[in-house]
């Protein structure tokens, strides 16, 4: 994740609380918040293909695949 991108957020996030934003910086919030909870599910994604279950039977199957079993 950019550092740039983290420090608007942030820089947002400060003056909302302070002195409120316009119109446009709410839209650039809006904008750079979404793009951030992007990036963040496809790292939780990511981290999910590489998490294994072992079922009661002994046997280990990707974690994805066994979540859908239980639905």
């Known amino acids: 994740m950019e550092q740039n991108l983290l420090q608007r957020i942030n820089e947002l996030a400060k003056k909302k609380k ?3 934003l316009t119109a446009e910086e709410q839209a650039e919030q ?3 918040y ?3 909870l992007g990036e963040i599910r496809q790292q939780f994604s990511a981290t999910l293909d590489n998490v294994s279950v072992e079922e009661k039977d002994g046997t280990v199957v990707p974690f994805k695949q066994a ?3 239980k639905k």
Do not use: W
Request: cysteine-free; charged content about 40%.
């Open 18 to 20: 302070t002195v409120g």
């Open 30 to 32: 809006k904008k750079l």
């Open 34 to 36: 979404k793009i951030y």
């Open 67 to 69: 979540y859908k079993k």
